[in-house]
């Protein structure tokens, strides 16, 4: 069982992103306050649980969670700040419209831009230590999974229901084929099978 928090003194917000390493699409970013008190046995880093089980958490966290709020930065921004930046950028709109101010940030990761002057800690592979930083995982692979399958169906092409934006095989040929659309970030090199990013 995840730990449900890293202090006791402020109400705790865990945040994550999903998409950061996609060719097309926003980033989306979650945040999600869980009372000191919640507990699940099943609540885990979205990326090693079934899309079944994301969606069946996705209610329970809805459901049980003090607030929560996802936001996302578009593909536009994330050309003109680099995929780094954008991310911070979600996730501070994430917080933005949380019902419940946090008093502490736990954000996935090694790196976060600091939020209102509210305290932060970084936890390295935090979804898989943290309740309230799983939770923010798994909504924000979830809606960005839904935004996704939603342009997919306007753009067939480019396997987006399967690849949901990331840079398979299939999907850089399209690109190579077909071109870009307006929802993919045009600083990324499209042809490199390892994407390399610029994160700095």
């Given at each position: 069982?995840?730990?449900?928090?890293?202090?006791?003194?402020?109400?705790?917000?865990?945040?994550?992103?999903?998409?950061?390493?996609?060719?097309?699409?926003?980033?989306?970013?979650?945040?999600?306050?869980?009372?000191?008190?919640?507990?699940?046995?099943?609540?885990?880093?979205?990326?090693?649980?079934?899309?079944?089980?994301?969606?069946?958490?996705?209610?329970?966290?809805?459901?049980?969670?003090?607030?929560?709020?996802?936001?996302?930065?578009?593909?536009?921004?994330?050309?003109?700040?680099?995929?780094?930046?954008?991310?911070?950028?979600?996730?501070?709109?994430?917080?933005?419209?949380?019902?419940?101010?946090?008093?502490?940030?736990?954000?996935?990761?090694?790196?976060?831009?600091?939020?209102?002057?509210?305290?932060?800690?970084?936890?390295?592979?935090?979804?898989?230590?943290?309740?309230?930083?799983?939770?923010?995982?798994?909504?924000?692979?979830?809606?960005?999974?839904?935004?996704?399958?939603?342009?997919?169906?306007?753009?067939?092409e480019y396997?987006?229901l399967r690849?949901?934006?990331?840079?398979?095989?299939?999907?850089?040929?399209?690109?190579?084929?077909?071109?870009?659309?307006?929802?993919?970030?045009?600083?990324?090199?499209?042809?490199?099978?390892?994407?390399?990013?610029?994160?700095?």
């Amino acid at each position: 069982m995840l730990l449900s928090t890293f202090q006791e003194q402020y109400l705790e917000a865990g945040c994550d992103e999903a998409g950061r390493g996609c060719l097309a699409g926003p980033v989306f970013a979650a945040a999600v306050i869980f009372s000191p008190s919640f507990k699940h046995d099943i609540l885990n880093d979205s990326k090693i649980l079934s899309a079944v089980q994301r969606y069946t958490l996705r209610k329970i966290i809805e459901q049980e969670a003090l607030a929560f709020a996802v936001a996302s930065a578009s593909p536009e921004e994330i050309d003109q700040i680099n995929i780094l930046n954008a991310s911070y950028l979600a996730m501070h709109r994430a917080l933005d419209t949380l019902k419940v101010q946090a008093e502490y940030i736990l954000v996935d990761g090694n790196r976060f831009k600091t939020y209102k002057n509210i305290p932060h800690q970084c936890i390295i592979k935090g979804d898989g230590k943290y309740l309230s930083i799983a939770a923010a995982s798994i909504l924000a692979k979830t809606y960005r999974d839904d935004y996704m399958d939603a342009l997919a169906n306007a753009h067939p092409e480019y396997d987006w229901l399967r690849n949901k934006g990331y840079p398979t095989k299939k999907h850089r040929d399209a690109v190579l084929k077909h071109g870009l659309t307006p929802y993919h970030r045009k600083t990324f090199r499209i042809t490199d099978p390892q994407l390399k990013l610029e994160l700095s």
